[in-house]
């Protein structure tokens, strides 16, 4: 397939005329004459010269997602074989044309708009002499004054670096939300699947699901050798050191087919009676995995933990012998349950974790849920899993289901406050709230109206969610009698002409269905519908936006 690569290309076009009409200056034409493949960026001695993508590899990349579909790894390998080289915004736009239909097209440049705002906000941030300073959003989108490509391409080396990474961000994570995703850790090598073409799967999977490089990498490498067959984990244990992917692939790339398929005949055949770990634990709770494999149930995987290179063994040494649940779990319905483990926080050295369970326990029915442990976090680690099967499952106490991948995140922290034993919602204010869809219905919700020492002490109304409401107004034919008022020293406009209205002596707490409260004194007149304005929907924290 011909992709762009780099052409160093002596230009003899003067600095006045770098591009002809054409696109393409003469150094350009001149390479192409003798039969090199022309690409879009053409870095030369004086300036960079532009050229458009390759008609073929486009057509090519087309073929590719209608062939293996979207989100495939052959997709992926053909995105990351365009971004090895220099791509300019125009670039980008293009390969997003040639990707996504129109609807998944508007959602990518609505994403990119995003992640260009953000990139251009750290950039305040960097020093007076980095270029990346005076960038601004079109420059990074190649919209506005800096739509043309031969204009982007002479952009700054490290501006033209932020503006491809800003770009290819919003490409994969519109194919993630565009193609649905396989749990990473749930992919594991078949028994004669080639280690390699298992890697690409685990690869594209992760590429978009994880966006940071270095934790990328890490969490690829960690599950490759966890999620790999009998034959090629056998091999993989005998390598020194922590092996590389490369390592991996180079040294599974020996085993033959035939190997694999003996070697897992000869795995199937191996009696269990070594891998019983207290076997009349679980008669209490009928299990709910076959009896062929209830023995396996009860020794799944011990925890463990991936050293990074760079950390001292002797740090990590006595956390990574033995780590499995705190105490017995009965998992006794489809939910989500919280499983103590043997292990503890601060994790030491700065380093946060992957939490994730180990490849024998997803295929014996133990879900271990993905999770993420703070650096600041002090206390006991907790896994959160559930089952497939039909409950109750019981976890005995010793039970190894999870491993800590560890990593150092490269993000500063933005506030110096210590997290403690805090966790499962301890960041901060709970993040998921109720979403109301704008449709031809009047957006209402129900909520309850307190006012203290007042008889009665509650009551419930329902009313419109009114942004253009300045006050909340209630019915005064749903105010409670009892419940004091008093005259308002001003009038209330926009309720189809001017009305008087009342205001309550006393505080009154509007609480929603998600129990946020606002404290406000409502305003009371006659009108058919209860109005929840601005005042209430400001204390509750509701924005309005798009990006949900």
Known sequence: MPFRRWWLVPSRVPASDPVGSTGQDRAGAAASSEGLQAFPVLQGVTHNTYQPLAWQALSELRDAVG???????????????????????????????????????????????????????????????????????????????????????????????????????????????????????????????????????????????????????????????????????????????????????GACAKISPSSQQVLAVHTAVQPAVATIVQPTVATAVQPAVPAAVQPAVAAAVQPAWVVPQGVQQQQWGARARKKQSAESVVIDSDKIHKVPLDAFGPLGDGMSAFLMGRSSATIQGIIVHLGLIDADFSGQIHAMVSTPTPPPLTIPKGTRIA???????????????????????????????WTAVLTKDRPETLCTVSMVGATPSEIHLRGLLDTGADVSILSLAAWPPQWPLTLAKTSISGLGGTKQCYVSRNPVAITNPEGQTAIIWPHVTEIPQNLWGRDVLAAWGVRLGTDF
């Open 67 to 249: 062939k293996y579909g979207l989100g495939s790894a052959e997709v992926m390998q053909v995105l990351r074989s365009f971004n090895a080289s220099l791509l300019t915004p125009f670039d980008i736009r293009s390969l997003a044309r040639a990707l996504f239909p129109p609807v998944e097209y508007d959602f990518f440049e609505n994403k990119w708009t995003q992640l260009a705002v953000r990139a251009v906000e750290r950039n305040t941030t960097l020093g007076p002499g980095d270029p990346r300073r005076m960038v601004n959003i079109d420059m990074l989108m190649g919209t506005g004054n800096y739509t043309r490509a031969e204009g982007q391409a002479g952009y700054e080396p490290l501006v033209q670096e932020q503006c491809q990474q800003t770009g290819m961000a919003a490409l994969v994570q519109t194919l993630q939300l565009a193609t649905p995703q396989q749990p990473f850790a749930t992919i594991v090598q078949g028994v004669d699947e080639p280690f390699l073409c298992f890697a690409g799967r685990l690869t594209a999977a992760v590429e978009k699901q994880v966006s940071d490089p270095a934790a990328r990498k890490l969490m690829i490498q960690s599950v490759a050798q966890g999620n790999c067959n009998a034959a090629c984990k056998r091999i993989i244990e005998a390598l020194p050191g922590e092996p590389s992917m490369s390592d991996m692939v």
């Open 403 to 433: 491993q800590l991948v560890p990593f150092k995140s490269s993000v500063s922290r933005t506030e110096d406050r210590s997290r403690g034993d805090g966790g499962f919602g301890s960041t901060g204010p709970p993040q998921v709230r």
